[in-house]
């Protein structure tokens, strides 16, 4: 029997959707003070099946982040701690002998890649050759041991962390492979207000909160799928075009630009967004919301934006303009 997926314009009550984003939310708030929109961006990256790349200083509850949406999720979590002694076979698995009825025989022991959400701890303490590794199950959605491939089950997603200002002992991720990241995701430090609340909840009494499971595999994939049928108007998705085409030609403050990638990503992350907003259609201001998280691992400023102490986040908001 054919299960006949329905597209957003058959959605009656679009509300309804942004209620369960919503209680999605809620739910994350039980555990996690403030981050809203570190919170959206990575439930964007969810609902895109994208991956997504956190990056932030030590202790700001970035591991606890995806650990508890993965709870809510009701997928199955699996976390990776990179370290430069890590191998291939240490992600992806391996096989091993079994005796079997007087017989040796190889059979296949799964690694903790074969999951629904891998965190990638510290994924740039991992080397080029791990990371090689893990870049296959990223954009193929499969891992190859020996001759042999294994489908990975979905929904699939790595959510990878990395710390900024430890670089000794890392590998920093080639520019391939961060362009397979859909999103960068900056951490900040949470305000003062937050920091309070964080205190005074994780400081009285063992903070242990009832979650609720709210979604599924299968309701999951049917989001991934509405998100690709939200309507955008040639106009807008002319403007996110044009956005990824000025990175190209910015030489005086970019020395490489963004590739198509990017304008497929800012169209479906705007699409993302767009229904988490209770919207059916997306606005301009989707396109410029995504536009920062899209991009800021995509283009590489030349010598002189560096000196002038400019980052990419500064050089993406120039353009918008």
């Known amino acids: 029997m054919n299960v006949v997926t329905p597209t957003i314009n058959q959605v009656k009550n679009i509300t309804r959707l942004k209620d369960t984003f919503d209680s999605i939310m809620a739910e994350m708030n039980k555990v996690i003070v403030g981050q809203e929109e570190v919170l959206e961006h990575i439930i964007i990256a969810v609902l895109c099946d994208g991956n997504a790349l956190l990056e932030s200083y030590p202790g700001l509850g970035k591991t606890l982040m995806i650990k508890t949406l993965a709870q809510i999720l009701d997928l199955q979590f699996s976390r990776i701690q990179s370290t430069p002694d890590l191998m291939p076979s240490d992600i992806t698995g391996t096989y091993v002998i079994e005796d079997d009825k007087g017989h040796k025989v190889f059979r296949f022991q799964k690694g903790p890649i074969f999951a629904n959400i ?23 959605k499969q891992v190859t041991v020996g001759n042999q491939t294994f489908s990975l089950d979905r929904p699939f997603f790595v959510l990878a962390t990395q710390n900024p200002i430890d670089m000794e002992g890392t590998y920093p991720l080639p520019e391939a492979q961060i362009d397979r990241f859909l999103l960068k995701i900056k951490v900040d430090y949470p305000s003062v207000a937050d920091e309070l609340e964080i205190a005074e ?121």
Not at 126 to 138: I, R
Not at 266 to 284: F, M, N, P, T, W
């Open 118 to 140: 891998i965190l990638a701890d510290e994924i740039n303490r991992a080397t080029p050759k791990t990371q090689a590794a893990l870049l296959e199950a990223m954009q193929e």
């Open 201 to 321: 909840r994780y400081t009285k009494q063992e903070h242990n909160p009832s979650l609720k499971t709210l979604l599924g595999k299968n309701s999951i994939k049917l989001l991934q799928q509405l998100t690709r049928e939200v309507p955008i108007a040639n106009d807008i998705k002319k403007r996110a075009v044009d956005i990824v085409v000025k990175t190209r030609h910015e030489k005086e403050i970019i020395e490489f630009g963004a590739s198509p990638r990017a304008s497929i990503g800012i169209i479906l992350a705007a699409k993302a967004r767009a229904l988490i907003k209770g919207r059916k259609y997306v606005s301009e201001e989707d396109i410029d919301a995504m536009a920062i998280p899209v991009l800021r691992h995509r283009i590489i400023l030349n010598f002189k934006a560096e000196r002038e102490g400019k980052t990419t986040d500064d050089i993406i908001k120039h353009l918008l303009k």
